[in-house]
């Protein structure tokens, strides 16, 4: 179905959700069907976080990716025009939690009622269009802390006594440092569009870490060469539901959900983040594109990625989560949106199309064993542009010194003793420094650093 210019694409309203039936309302755009099977091979690792922190059997990891891969066309199909993913930042602060629990089934509990629990807060949030309130009340600081605080966790996880560092530290010294480069260098991005080989990288997000982790990893002896197999995947689902979901382990005992509730709390202050990112690139896409008028709508993405929450709680549990976004995946899309209606006719074409491409790729057995020797080495460097990532843009929600120092204080305890007591601690410090003093005597943080010891030195 085509749209008149300057207008929405065609749906079928329903409430606040707007259903586009694929192939009739949206349509398929190659280029992006392509990029999804190649970098299906991120989604993939989900599998080793899986495995390690769960005891969970590769064929049933497999699984819960293709499950939470179906449960991606949500968004699109209900009038989201995103590529979702996961909440990457706060796995560090999912694992800190359940690492509260014996592995086993009470630790698989702890997930259910944790991922059910988020699932629910973002629904009822989404319906009662409190999100973006609850979000502007939470000081500063605190936000400020959360997210350092996930941050020094992923980085953490990665470099701890007996962590993934120790079992291939140079394909992730090799690799992470390749994808800081590609990711963030100002010197690669004055390069990006100086070839067609050089705009692909960029173009390309984590793909080019997994691609050279696969040549690295067992050139320096670290992980084995990849043994192809022909075929399609085979998947578990039996298993799954017998022991790893409520179908075979029961709901969760109430205090698991209460117990979870700060970490959830946290999470969410986290995941928000995404969806203010989301509006951002659509709005800056939209500009380029008067021909097609884009909704995005704040509540209805809570209450999609809100029941995805809930509905992998139930069918298959998962430590990456359900998020808003897949950021890296949504600015490509946005950027070849950009170029006009010849390159993409609909931003939801081609965010569908994406994930068109993923979700073939999960059944493809050449795909999936090509990269399963690496997923760990892949995980790593993902956890460790993550904690960068984590760093930078915690620091920037601080507006004081005093913001900052709350934030580190609150970002050490979240990062060791878990979200409750980080929470508590930042409640406390931001009524006891910040008791008596009104926004209007708040100054920047570079305002404040410019009359400090610090700043003279800096300019040394």
Not at 153 to 159: C, E
Not at 264 to 281: E, P
Not at 303 to 329: H, K, Q, S, W
Request: hydrophobic share 50%.
């Amino acid at each position: 179905m085509k749209r008149e210019y300057g207008e929405e694409q065609p749906y079928i309203p329903a409430g606040p959700f707007k259903i586009r039936i694929p192939f009739v309302h949206v349509g398929f755009e190659k280029v992006d069907f392509m990029q999804g099977l190649l970098l299906c091979a991120v989604c993939l690792g989900m599998i080793p976080i899986l495995q390690e922190y769960l005891g969970m059997p590769f064929g049933v990891a497999m699984t819960i990716v293709v499950i939470n891969g179906l449960f991606y066309f949500l968004h699109i199909l209900l009038g989201d025009p995103i590529i979702p993913g996961w909440i990457t930042p706060a796995i560090p602060i999912v694992i800190i939690y359940l690492n509260q629990f014996a592995i086993g089934v009470e630790r698989v509990q702890a997930l259910i009622a944790f991922q059910i629990s988020l699932g629910v807060l973002a629904i009822l949030l989404g319906i009662t269009g409190l999100g973006q309130r609850v979000a502007s009340i939470i000081p500063n600081a605190m936000k400020s802390g959360i997210i350092i605080g996930a941050g020094i966790a992923a980085v953490n996880s990665v470099l701890v006594e007996g962590g993934r560092f120790e079992q291939a530290p140079i394909s992730i010294i090799i690799c992470t440092g390749v994808g800081f480069y590609l990711l963030f260098s100002s010197h690669f991005k004055s390069q990006r569009h100086f070839n067609k080989f050089t705009q692909l990288l960029a173009d390309l997000g984590s793909l080019p870490i997994i691609i050279l982790a696969i040549i690295v990893g067992p050139l320096v002896g670290e992980v084995p060469w990849p043994e192809i197999e022909w075929g399609f995947t085979t998947f578990a689902f039996g298993e799954l539901f017998s022991n790893w979901t409520i179908f075979g382990l029961g709901l969760p005992p109430i205090e698991m959900f209460i117990i979870g509730l700060p970490a959830v709390v946290s999470t969410y202050i986290i995941l928000f983040g995404d969806v203010i990112q989301a509006k951002c690139l659509l709005d800056d896409a939209s500009k380029k594109r008067p021909d097609e008028k884009i909704d995005f709508n704040a509540n209805r993405s809570n209450i999609i990625f809100g029941a995805r929450n809930v509905l992998m709680g139930v069918f298959g549990p998962t430590i990456t989560l359900c998020g808003p976004l897949a950021a890296a995946m949504q600015v490509v899309v946005c950027e070849r949106f950009k170029i006009g209606p010849k390159t993409m006719s609909s931003i939801n074409s081609g965010a569908i199309s994406y994930r068109y491409g993923t979700t073939l790729g999960y059944f493809l057995l050449p795909i999936v064993t090509l990269v399963k020797p690496v997923l760990g080495i892949a995980l790593a460097a993902t956890l460790l542009i993550q904690g960068f990532v984590s760093f930078r843009v915690g620091v920037t929600k601080s507006r004081t010194v005093n913001d900052l120092g709350i934030a580190g204080v609150m970002a050490a305890i979240i990062a060791t003793k878990g979200a409750a007591w980080g929470l508590a601690a930042g409640i406390i410090l931001c009524l006891f420094v910040n008791l008596g003093r009104s926004r209007d005597h708040e100054g920047e943080i570079a305002a404040e650093l410019e009359s400090s010891e610090v700043s003279h030195e800096i300019k040394k």
